[in-house]
């Protein structure tokens, strides 16, 4: 605590110089104070209220609407986990955009953290030969099946262990979140991660307003800025509330299963155990919590 | 007290020059204004101004990283002959090998700072104010050499030059344990930056033990290939005396480095094309483009068309030895490793991507402003540096020279 104190006296002093270069780039106090908070995993529970607090007012003069941001943490003997029926999915998409929706992914430049490749049947899961920009009148096609990505929570995430600024982690509840305003967009994440499941804001985002969801988590989809580096969180704000993540809901063939691994009675158990199922690129030693399994 | 005079006196030599210094100096001045505007639209508009994506998420600007890294580490090439032999025609110009270091680590420096998306949060980065995440990312490892690397080559020259101004004999105790420290220092840097992509399980282009060997070996091919070009102008526009047996030892040394190369390279290839698991994708996009996606084969083949031309001319004597033969090698050689680092290391890293999906890359007009900014600047900061080192080295610009100047005015202005 002490030597948290001393680094903050010692940020404020430095300030001045900062200050500088800010001035240039037409900032006020308060976006020094953003400029100099520091890493989210190391305030304390005041400091967190405080930034919330002002996270919300922000965005209230912003845009005129009430916003409820949570920083609600890790609730104690949970551990997310997820299943996906590739004999079921039928590669229609709603889960992406319901995803954005949810998430309040930048519509321009589009950011989609979820991707749905299609695959030749003949060839099985098969990475080179599959394709992410398929548009056919009507899916499914014959002859394809569709295996929907988005990050696979590993309990061995490479692009933590990369991260240079430490501003990426795995909660308790086994759910890797991003500090938006602690990432430097060095990208080293996105190099590492072997299912392209993090994306950047090249651009500054954009979201219609009236689109924009109001219900936010800190470590999830309150709103970026442009240069940071974002990823599916299983809907933190959902799912630290009891709700499924979006993508679950919404899913019209029920392919999308979601629950506590610690729990053996839920329904992502009962797959583990009844269902024999299979995580990608497993060769890699990433050990992702997201599974795949034929449930027909 | 003495330091600032030293350092007074070395601003002071930066302002005089000849008519082509100048214009020299102004060229790269315009330079630098036209890649600048290219860099603020960067700057305001964010890196969607460059050509890189989500499924190409690294490209020019890393690649000129890596590659000003590997120009970096090549300073040792003339610091282990010139210190640990003492060997005579090559101790002068060690001195400028290590100038070359401090502007090449700088310049790799500027290339990470305008491929960041937030350059003003750096400091999150910093050890104590920030949480540096070391031991575990090689991106803090690399940072990390690369300060401690531009720290020791800056005292090593500074004081070599400080001394001669003063006309006193260098530190040997502070100067020769810091010179053997950048011998393995110059290796880490290179090996360091290897492994930031080498340590990459989900790249399998990139994860081949024989990456980190590959560029050292590179480096010693494109380092010292700007030194000799250096070497030869400044022997015909100063004092500055250098034997033609240094630089033909000098590129007898690039030969052997080249030979490694290009033994690694063939051993690399080998083993992905034998093997052809389908991790010979990447090789396949490089080499002959993966369907009508075939952007990229120009930069690959006119690197090896270049680096083989360039080894045949350095290997046989009688074009070695040729000043016209040996030049048209240089400028050959060195455009190889460029296009190779800049271009043909990063990209078929990412493509196709690690969903399999291609997205064809090739730099914009705003990464290649902004390239051609970072090079300006080093290239100007290279310049004055170089000058001043000149005039205190070759032209006896010392304390004394400085004093009589004063004195001389101060007796004009008694008159």
């Not at chain 1, 086994?174 to 305003?181: E, P």
């Amino acid at each position: 605590m002490k030597k948290r104190n001393s680094r903050r006296s010692f940020l404020k002093t430095l300030s001045l110089a900062t200050f500088s270069a800010l001035a240039l780039s037409g900032c006020n106090m308060k976006s020094l104070d953003e400029f100099l908070q520091l890493n989210f995993k190391i305030l304390s529970k005041k400091e967190k209220d405080d930034i919330i607090k002002n996270l919300e007012t922000k965005y209230k003069e912003k845009y005129r609407k009430e916003f409820h941001v949570s920083a609600k943490p890790a609730i104690e003997g949970i551990l997310f986990g997820y299943a996906l029926d590739l004999s079921r999915c039928v590669g229609c998409r709603r889960c992406v955009y319901a995803c954005v929706k949810e998430n309040n992914q930048s519509r321009e430049p589009q950011i989609h953290w979820i991707q749905v490749l299609q695959m030749e049947k003949e060839r099985g899961i098969d990475f080179a030969h599959s394709d992410v920009h398929y548009n056919p009148e009507k899916v499914p096609e014959k002859g394809y099946f569709y295996v929907p990505i988005q990050c696979q929570q590993c309990k061995n995430p490479p692009c933590v262990k990369v991260c240079p600024v430490k501003a990426t982690w795995q909660e308790p509840d086994g759910i890797t979140v991003v500090d938006y305003n602690w990432c430097i967009g060095c990208r080293y994440c996105m190099a590492a991660c072997p299912y392209g499941a993090r994306h950047f804001n090249w651009g500054e985002p954009n979201i219609p307003v009236e689109e924009i969801n109001t219900e936010m988590h800190y470590l999830g989809n309150r709103l970026r800025m442009k240069g940071v580096v974002e990823k599916c969180t299983f809907c933190v704000q959902r799912v630290r509330e009891g709700k499924y993540p979006a993508c679950v809901e919404i899913c019209p063939v029920g392919a999308r299963k979601f629950g506590n691994l610690l729990d053996l009675n839920s329904e992502v158990r009962y797959i583990l155990e009844n269902k024999r199922v299979l995580i990608l690129k497993q060769e890699l030693n990433t050990q992702p919590k997201f599974y795949y399994f034929f449930g027909i | 007290m003495n330091f600032i005079r030293f350092i007074k006196g070395s601003i002071k030599i930066i302002f005089r020059g000849s008519v082509i210094y100048y214009a020299w100096v102004t060229f790269l001045l315009l330079l630098i204004i036209w890649g600048g505007f290219g860099y603020s639209g960067q700057l305001s508009e964010g890196l969607i101004k460059s050509n890189m994506r989500d499924s190409v998420s690294w490209a020019f600007y890393i690649g000129n990283f890596t590659f000003l890294v590997g120009v970096a580490a090549a300073a040792i090439m003339l610091v282990i002959p010139a210190y640990v032999y003492n060997w005579k025609p090559i101790k002068e110009i060690v001195i400028f090998g290590e100038l070359l270091a401090v502007c090449a680590v700088i310049m790799s420096i500027s290339f990470i700072i305008v491929d960041i998306g937030n350059p003003l949060r750096f400091w999150h980065m910093l050890p104590l104010v920030g949480t540096m995440n070391f031991p575990s990312s090689m991106l803090s490892w690399d940072f990390f050499v690369l300060i401690t690397y531009l720290l020791i080559n800056l005292i090593v020259v500074i004081h070599l030059l400080y001394c001669i101004f003063y006309k006193k004999e260098y530190n040997k105790s502070i100067v020769l344990p810091l010179v053997f420290l950048s011998i393995p220092m110059a290796v880490s840097i290179h090996t360091v930056t290897a492994f930031l992509y080498n340590a990459l399980p989900g790249r399998p282009f990139w994860n081949s033990a024989l990456l980190a060997p590959r560029f050292l070996a590179s480096a010693f091919c494109s380092g010292p290939a700007i030194l000799l070009i250096l070497f030869q102008i400044l022997r015909k526009m100063t004092k500055f005396k250098i034997k033609d047996e240094a630089i033909f030892r000098i590129a007898e040394l690039m030969v052997y480095a080249m030979f490694i190369y290009i033994f690694f390279t063939i051993a690399e290839l080998f083993k992905e094309f034998y093997s052809g698991t389908e991790n010979i994708l990447y090789w396949k996009y490089l080499l002959f483009g993966i369907g009508d996606n075939k952007e990229i084969i120009v930069y690959s083949w006119s690197s090896i068309i270049m680096g083989c031309i360039a080894f045949v001319l350095f290997l046989i004597p009688g074009t070695r030895k040729n000043f016209a033969t040996l030049n048209i090698g240089i400028v050959l050689i060195y455009a190889s490793v460029y296009v190779e680092k800049g271009i043909c290391l990063i990209i078929p890293g990412f493509t196709p991507d690690v969903l399999g999906q291609i997205y064809v890359y090739t730099p914009s007009l705003t990464e290649i402003r902004t390239a051609v900014m970072i090079f300006s600047l080093g290239f100007l900061l290279f310049t004055f540096l170089s000058k001043i080192a000149i005039a205190i080295i070759f032209d006896n610009y010392d304390i004394d020279a400085l004093n009589q100047k004063k004195t001389h005015k101060l007796k004009l202005k008694n008159y």
